[in-house]
């Protein structure tokens, strides 16, 4: 071998031995102690500077960040602060310059939940056979779990869902009471519900009166605390109206459900009121009003244009007693009615017809928070 391959061979050697000295040196000599000091530096500036729920591990010069950032501010915040950490034990520090670089990949950011007030859970069949879904779940697995219980009782049919994760759930098992609601609504031909905290209204129509008591009899189930209640109809059946209700909109939905088209009649110019259909409907508005306790309860009444003014404000005003008298014969507490005659101010309908006439003669039931 000449002298130019020893001198060689000899380069090589010499570099293979410089490089196993810097790294195996000791403190504070060698990458390795390098590494080991920037490693300190980093998790010391992290830590002085409030993100402690970071973690360092240093692979050569390479600080791998680790760990859950609050937000994406603290995430920025911590590689920033680790970038510009300074490691003054470093042996072949050079002023103005990192001796490292950070990887931040492994960081992620908390996702955020929002608390949710109402807490709300709503189930619509659409008229094609669809279900819509809307509201809030407990977590990403519980939504899961509500989805798959839907899809079981409507395959195929899950047309829309925007259930959401959130806080504020009520202290019971929200899925349960979800379930039990999607499986009455599955038992009848047409319907909805709507969960409000620790309320809810379930309503549609039901095939037999069997399965309109099976539905309710699930929702009588559901946890203490919770109110479910229904107004379900079966065909050529009397209403049947099942719980004491605590929010207000679901009230007002129950009276209007009730209601429908249907009118209380009164004699001809005057406020005796006729008629069995009459009679039946004021029984299931007495069953309405006690089961809105926690609400007051308007009796309004209204006429057509025809006649004085005077007149008819005072016919509007004896018919809506009338209506109250009932109630309260009824069984209503007293404190939760009050009757209000309005006469021919409210029109809903043009006075100019016998229809429109007919229309703007009417009893009208609006709730609202206990006086």
């Not at 809307?134 to 509500?146: F, Q």
């Not at 605390?225 to 129950?254: H, M, R, W, Y």
């Amino acid at each position: 071998m000449g002298n130019i391959g020893k001198w060689l061979w000899g380069v090589v050697i010499l570099t293979i031995v410089a490089l196993l000295i810097n790294w195996f040196a000791p403190a504070p000599w060698g990458a390795k102690a390098n590494s080991v000091n920037m490693g300190k530096s980093v998790q010391a500036a992290l830590t002085d500077n409030g993100f402690g729920w970071a973690k360092s591990e240093m692979s050569g010069n390479i600080a791998k960040l680790m760990g859950v950032a609050p937000s994406s501010e603290a995430k920025a915040g911590a590689i920033a602060t680790a970038q510009n950490a300074r490691c003054e034990k470093c042996a072949d520090r050079k002023n103005g310059k990192r001796w490292h670089v950070v990887d931040g990949e492994d960081v992620t950011v908390r996702k955020v939940v929002a608390t949710q007030i109402p807490y709300t859970f709503s189930g619509v069949l659409s008229k094609d056979g669809g279900l819509l879904l809307n509201g809030y779940v407990r977590s990403e697995d519980e939504r899961v779990r509500v989805l798959a219980e839907a899809e079981r009782l409507y395959p195929g049919k899950v047309t829309d869902s925007k259930l959401k994760v959130a806080n504020g759930a009520p202290n019971m098992n929200w899925y349960a009471i979800g379930a039990a609601h999607l499986s009455g609504l599955s038992q009848m031909k047409n319907g909805k519900f709507m969960i409000t905290d620790t309320d809810s209204f379930l309503s549609g129509e039901a095939s037999s009166i069997d399965t309109r008591a099976a539905i309710n009899a699930r929702l009588a189930g559901l946890p203490p605390g919770f109110n479910g209640s229904s107004k379900i109809d079966v065909l050529n059946a009397a209403p049947v109206v099942l719980g004491q209700l605590k929010d207000e909109t679901v009230c007002q939905n129950l009276f209007v459900e009730l209601k429908g088209d249907n009118k209380i009649n009164f004699a001809y110019g005057g406020s005796a009121i006729e008629g069995a259909p009459s009679i039946a409907l004021l029984d299931a508005m007495a069953s309405a009003v006690k089961q809105c306790s926690s609400f007051h309860v308007t009796v309004e009444g209204h006429t057509d244009a025809d006649g004085a003014d005077d007149y008819n404000q005072n016919l509007s005003q004896q018919r809506a007693e009338a209506v109250m008298t009932y109630l309260i014969d009824n069984n209503v507490n007293p404190a939760n009615v009050t009757a209000v005659g309005y006469g021919e101010t409210k029109p809903i309908a043009s006075n100019d017809t016998r229809q429109g006439m007919a229309a703007n003669r009417r009893i009208e039931f609006t709730v609202t928070r206990s006086k």
